[in-house]
């Protein structure tokens, strides 16, 4: 339950009509929640719980690193006073599309360590993986624009006064995101849709039935009329310069263009001026091999954020991304002299950030947001897992969408679910106006002879309040049953096992002794689980189109199954400190303490001070911690 509600203005908010007044094809969209929406900015941002789970480096400039929605953290950002001077964003675009996660079984490190000494090359055949999915964007328009429409007036709330917002979007929901900025940040505020051409130099096709879609679009506003910006200069061109082809008795280069002599030394310094239309930023899909690419399916390029950052702020400023997917805004940030603000629900994000953070040189914290969720891996896993954790849940064809499913009983016959979806934070709380649309919306809809619905939460306001609601309010004859999910996500995460010895050695040439962590072996019952999916699968496929499937096996040790380690010499328990650390990439290859290697992971990990407790990292992203 949230600790309390934050405001996100002290004075009345203005303008909210605009939600009621988006027009297409003659047909208003009506937003049925639009009046909830209000009634939840007006009653605050929710703050919970925050707690510190590790400090990497000193951190004089309070980086930070926060797994938790963008509403939550804003909370949390303005209980603090903290205003950030910089905002971008790349939300779900509304697409439609699921989005996963690249997953790689890494090397057995006794085979690995055979490679080694043949000196041959691994074999890129012979790396086996699988797809994890990470979470859908798919959403109905008026709950997305609802959803946005809060997390950018919580935005707005820690900006500073001479902040600047980049909003990135497409095609999909770009322009209806638009009109909501132009309602929260005022119109006057709207600075420039820029263009960032996609397709430039790429020789990238596409199957398109019409136009080819080649840009993304990105909305920039600022808060107010005063701002931070700093005009950027683009290059010359080689071609350009090498225009200047002639020479003057002076020895001064020039060219004639238009009959008028044009000089050299008058231009080099100049430059021109980047207008709106970025057709110099190459994609990831133009770029496959970068050596920034960190294999995330929304990843963007530093190339586009340092142009931004450069642009919209100075040296030691605040940069905050809400969103931050592969943590490419913080790293940045960081690289350009500024403070970070990295935030995400997805674990698989606050990884990414905390590990290519930690290359970059970064200090920082990273937090959690106790909002009474434990995440599974992320909001679409969590669902998918709840649904098979409530007993006797079942798809149910007679009811509509708002019902997750049903569950039959005997003495009370099927009684329809209503679960809250973890990807909205609308549906978290359950309070007066969303049990009120359950009885006046959901319940009269249901098929004749229902008896009991069972309504799960994992906020509540009062559940005695509620109680008396439905008892005033619940004009039918059913029979309402509240639950708390918490009791079922308590049982989602179900750790990984591991067996480690633990000694002091004395390697070669050296005259002290270190300590070394060797794992013997190490299973994941949800690894495990994704590997025989992934097997089932093809084995299927395999019979429908007679061809043959090579299944993913591992070893007895499961050793292949581990992506990360790191030991804490610092502390037995409480908030991390990781003073050495392996990172194993696709390849097999360590990343040893923030350096590249072209070693083979050899089963242990090492330190120079006794360990106290022991981190490994599935290859999935799960983190288990054991006491050595």
């Known amino acids: 339950m949230a600790i309390k509600y934050i405001p996100y203005y002290p004075t009345t908010l203005q303008g909210q009509a605009m939600l009621d007044n988006f027009v297409r094809t003659q047909r208003i969209l009506r937003y049925r929640d639009n009046d909830k929406v209000i009634e939840r900015i007006e009653r605050g941002m929710p703050l919970y719980e925050v707690e510190k789970q590790e400090i990497v480096g000193e951190n004089p400039h309070n980086n930070t690193i926060i797994r938790g929605e963008c509403l939550s953290a804003c909370a949390y950002l303005k209980e603090k006073g903290i205003k950030v001077d910089l905002v971008y964003i790349d939300p779900p675009f509304a697409s439609g599309a699921d989005y996963a996660k690249n997953v790689y079984l890494r090397r057995n490190p006794k085979v690995a360590e055979a490679i080694k000494q043949a000196e041959t090359e691994i074999d890129s055949d012979e790396i086996r993986g699988f797809e994890e999915k990470m979470y859908g964007d798919v959403w109905d328009k008026e709950r997305y624009l609802n959803w946005m429409y809060e997390n950018l007036m919580a935005i707005k709330s820690v900006m500073s006064e001479t902040a600047s917002i980049y909003v990135h979007l497409d095609w999909h929901i770009g322009h209806y995101v638009k009109i909501l900025l132009d309602e929260i940040f005022g119109e006057d505020n709207f600075q420039r849709e820029i263009i960032w051409d996609i397709m430039v130099l790429s020789g990238f ?72 239309v970025w057709n110099d930023l190459m994609s990831f899909q133009q770029q496959p091999t970068s050596a920034e690419k960190v294999d995330y399916a929304t990843q963007k390029p530093e190339a586009l954020l340092e142009r931004i950052i450069k642009a919209s702020s100075n040296e030691g400023m605040l940069i905050a991304d809400f969103f931050g997917g592969s943590g490419v805004t913080a790293t940045v940030a960081h690289k350009l002299g500024r403070r970070f603000i990295h935030c995400d629900i997805g674990i698989n994000s606050i990884e990414t950030a905390r590990d290519r953070l930690r290359k970059a040189g970064a200090a920082f914290e990273v937090l959690e947001v106790k909002d009474g969720v434990s995440l599974y891996r992320n909001p679409v896993q969590t669902m998918d897992k ?79 309040e509620i109680e008396q609601f439905i008892k005033e309010q619940n004009d039918t004859l059913i029979k309402i049953e509240l639950r708390d999910l918490k009791n079922i996500l308590d049982n989602v995460v179900v750790e990984d096992e591991a067996a480690f010895e633990v000694k002091q050695v004395q390697p070669k040439g050296q005259v002290f002794k270190i300590w070394q962590v060797r794992i013997e072996r190490f299973f994941s019952d949800r690894v495990n689980r994704k590997i025989n999916e992934y097997n089932l699968k093809g084995q299927q496929q395999a019979l429908k189109g007679n061809k043959k499937y090579k299944p993913i096996t591992i070893s007895n040790e499961g050793l292949e199954t581990i992506e990360f380690l790191s030991l804490d010499c610092t502390a037995a328990e409480g908030v991390w400190h990781s003073d050495t650390e392996i990172l194993i990439d696709r390849l097999g290859y360590v990343r040893k303490n923030d350096i590249d290697t072209k070693e083979f992971w050899d089963g242990a990990i090492t330190s120079e001070n006794k360990p106290l407790r022991l981190k490994i990292r599935n290859i999935c992203g799960d983190e288990t911690i054991y006491v050595v």
């Open 386 to 464: 709840l649904k098979s954790l409530i007993l006797g849940l079942r798809n149910e064809d007679r009811l509509n969408k708002f019902w997750e499913g049903s569950i039959n009983d005997t003495k009370e016959g099927m009684m329809p679910v209503y679960l809250p979806n973890l990807m909205d934070s609308s549906t978290r709380l359950l309070d007066t106006a969303l049990m009120n649309r359950i009885l006046k919306e959901a319940m009269p809809d249901l098929p004749d002879g229902t008896k009991k619905v069972i309504i799960y939460y994992i906020d509540i306001t009062s559940k005695e």
């Open 205 to 276: 096709k596409t199957i398109a039935s019409n136009w080819v879609r080649g840009h993304d679009s990105i909305f920039y506003y600022s808060k107010s009329e005063v701002r931070i910006f700093n005009k950027l200069i683009q290059p010359h061109k080689k071609e350009y310069l090498d225009s200047f082809n002639r020479v003057d008795e002076n020895g001064r280069k020039y060219m004639v263009a238009h009959g008028f002599k044009r000089y050299l030394d008058e231009v080099e310094r100049k430059g021109k001026p980047y207008g709106d």
